[in-house]
Antibody, heavy 116, light 110 residues
Framework: QVQLQQWGAGLLKPSETLSLTCAVYGGSLSDYWWSWIRQPPGKGLEWIGEINHGGSTNYSPSLKSRVTISVDTSENQLSLKLTSVTAADTAVYYC??????????WGQGTLVTVSS | EIGLTQSPGTLSLSPGERATLSCRASQSVSSSYLAWYQQKPGQAPRLLIYGASSRATGIPDRFSGSGSGTDFTLTISRLEPEDFAVYYCQQYGSSPPMYTFGQGTKLEIK
């Protein structure tokens, strides 16, 4: 059973860079696309971007200029960086494993708060 | 970019009743790439339906999905207490590669 465990800084100041990591246990990064998805408190879900084991990426057009998703196949991990954060980036961030363009396996979520 | 509109925003029903949730797309969506998720407070979303009508592993058969083109439906045939949650539809479009979610339907106990 694939499990995703994620971690990263939970409190940032405006203009800082958000950095999260997601480790994959019980499975390989190969043969899947891996996404980051976020959810502002009390609101809906927003797809941020995805990556495959080869490092090919797709990003949401609204976030593309600030987002970088990368993989470390040796560690079986993927990472998210979001630059120049503002209060609007406050959200629970999830990593998820994609299959047939939907997500069966999700991380536990990480609340990131942006506040001065 | 394809938009998804879910209705109603909130649905108040009693256990044992039938729930019908709607998801309408701003343009035609491939049925292969239409999914439904359930989310409970403090939890990650759980995949219920993929390919518009296929149940994910372990999902009870009281959950069913249907539809094509721009109109999709999630039906819960007989509500159990654990079914009260928020439900999201989600689609994937390839030009450009992009995933979008509906705004969610909150299913609450009447």
């Amino acid at each position: 059973q694939v499990q995703l465990q994620q971690w990263g800084a939970g409190l940032l100041k405006p203009s800082e860079t958000l950095s999260l990591t997601c480790a994959v246990y019980g499975g390989s990064l190969s043969d899947y696309w891996w996404s980051w998805i976020r959810q502002p408190p009390g609101k809906g879900l927003e797809w941020i971007g995805e990556i495959n084991h080869g490092g090919s990426t797709n990003y949401s057009p609204s976030l593309k200029s600030r987002v970088t998703i990368s993989v470390d196949t040796s560690e079986n991990q993927l990472s998210l960086k979001l630059t120049s954060v503002t209060a609007a980036d406050t959200a629970v961030y999830y990593c998820a494993r994609g299959r047939q363009k939907q997500w069966l396996n999700w991380g536990q979520g990480t609340l990131v708060t942006v506040s001065s | 970019e394809i938009g998804l509109t879910q209705s109603p925003g909130t649905l108040s029903l009693s256990p044992g009743e039938r729930a019908t949730l709607s998801c309408r797309a701003s343009q035609s969506v491939s049925s292969s790439y239409l999914a439904w998720y359930q989310q409970k407070p403090g939890q990650a979303p759980r995949l219920l339906i993929y390919g518009a009508s296929s149940r994910a592993t372990g999902i009870p058969d009281r959950f069913s999905g249907s539809g094509s083109g721009t109109d999709f439906t999630l039906t819960i045939s007989r509500l159990e207490p654990e079914d009260f949650a928020v439900y999201y539809c989600q689609q994937y479009g390839s030009s450009p590669p992009m995933y979008t979610f509906g705004q969610g339907t909150k299913l609450e106990i009447k």
